[in-house]
């Protein structure tokens, strides 16, 4: 049976200072620019048009959050690896996104989007080192498993699974969606009911 959830947009915030100050858990998303972020967030509500989805890479810049049936947030992160930024700011990842990974208490989860068409890129890899050594709790979503052969997406998500196992000796938790098939919905919401419990 299908999970059904009410969603609405909270609040968009240019720095951590200005994120929602309750008690409820974030569960955020993030990835490289054009992965499908919105369209998995319009997905997972069932709401079309909660996130706007753009065909512009680094459209999201600030932190967005929705309200989740009035017991959680899910949170849509600026894209990485696009926006042109400052040396100081890792070149990569800008100073919005590492203050709310790094030092935003409220985050109780976040999600990796990484497109299952392409091998492991290596700006995706550089952000799950950095989350392994700051202990953030995360897992992968790969997106749009729509685009290819289900053999194909065996073949790349076990690449990445051996590229991962290189540094880690635990694999996080992974999941495949396709927000045109909506493929994977029941799965991700029924993983963050799971989180919320911990």
Same mark, same amino acid.
């Given at each position: ?15 951590? $200072?200005? #994120? ?32 706007? #989805? ?31 930024? $400052? ?24 999600? #990796?989007?990484?497109? $299952? ?82």
């Amino acid at each position: 049976m299908a999970i059904t959830i009410k969603a609405k947009f909270k609040c968009s915030s240019e720095k951590i $200072s200005q #994120v929602p100050k309750d008690n409820l858990k974030d569960i955020a998303f993030i990835g490289r620019s054009n992965v499908g972020k919105s369209s998995l967030v319009n997905m997972l509500t069932g709401i079309n048009g909660l996130a706007k #989805v753009s065909g512009t890479p680094g459209k999201t810049r600030l932190i967005n959050h929705f309200l989740v049936n009035d017991s959680w947030y899910l949170v849509d992160l600026p894209g990485y690896g696009y926006a042109k930024v $400052s040396k100081e700011t890792r070149g990569e990842f800008s100073k919005l996104i590492l203050d709310y990974v790094l030092k935003c208490e409220k985050m109780h989860f976040l999600f #990796v989007l990484v497109d $299952s068409r392409l091998e492991p890129q290596r700006i995706d890899l550089n952000f799950i080192e950095l989350l392994g050594e700051n202990g953030i709790p995360f897992g992968i979503i790969f997106t749009k498993a729509d685009k290819l052969s289900q053999a194909q997406l065996n073949r790349n998500i076990t690449a990445y699974k051996s590229r991962l196992s290189e540094q880690w000796e635990e694999l996080p938790p992974m999941l495949v969606s396709s927000s045109e098939k909506r493929r994977g919905r029941e799965e991700i919401l029924a993983f963050i009911e799971e989180c919320l419990q911990k």
